[in-house]
């Protein structure tokens, strides 16, 4: 079955650095592209960062210059290596998959940014 196990999340200080990494099992993963969405209570999931099956990647503004998608189509895993983090970097993060209109999620991630 499918499978986005992320891992990585935690506690960070702020200016520090963290990365996440995303497990992914169960499609044709190079097929899809991968992204990062994150979510704080009360909001609606925003996308974070993206990357395409080419190597193509997106960011959200909040986060250019700060946060660094990759992947690799060998091992099936996605990361996200954030750095500079801000409090307002606090959030459950989540791996997606998509193609067209099929979409996976993980299960979230808690990355709290706090001194």
């Known amino acids: 079955q499918v499978q986005l196990v992320e891992s990585g999340g935690g506690l960070a200080q702020p200016g520090g650095p963290l990365r996440l990494s995303c497990a992914a099992s169960?499609?044709?993963?190079?097929?899809?592209?991968m992204s990062w969405y994150r979510q704080t209570p009360g909001k609606q999931r925003e996308l974070v960062a993206g990357?395409?099956?080419?190597?193509?990647?997106t960011y959200a503004d909040s986060v250019k210059g700060r946060f660094t998608i990759s992947r690799n189509n060998i091992e099936n895993t996605v990361s996200l290596q954030m750095n500079s983090l801000k409090p307002d970097d606090t959030a459950v993060y989540y791996c997606?998959?998509?193609?067209?209109?099929?979409?996976?999620w993980g299960q979230g991630t808690q990355v709290i940014v706090s001194s």
């Open positions: 169960g499609f044709t993963f190079s097929r899809y592209t």
């Open positions: 997606n998959a998509k193609l067209i209109r099929t979409e996976y």
């Open positions: 990357i395409r099956s080419g190597g193509t990647t």
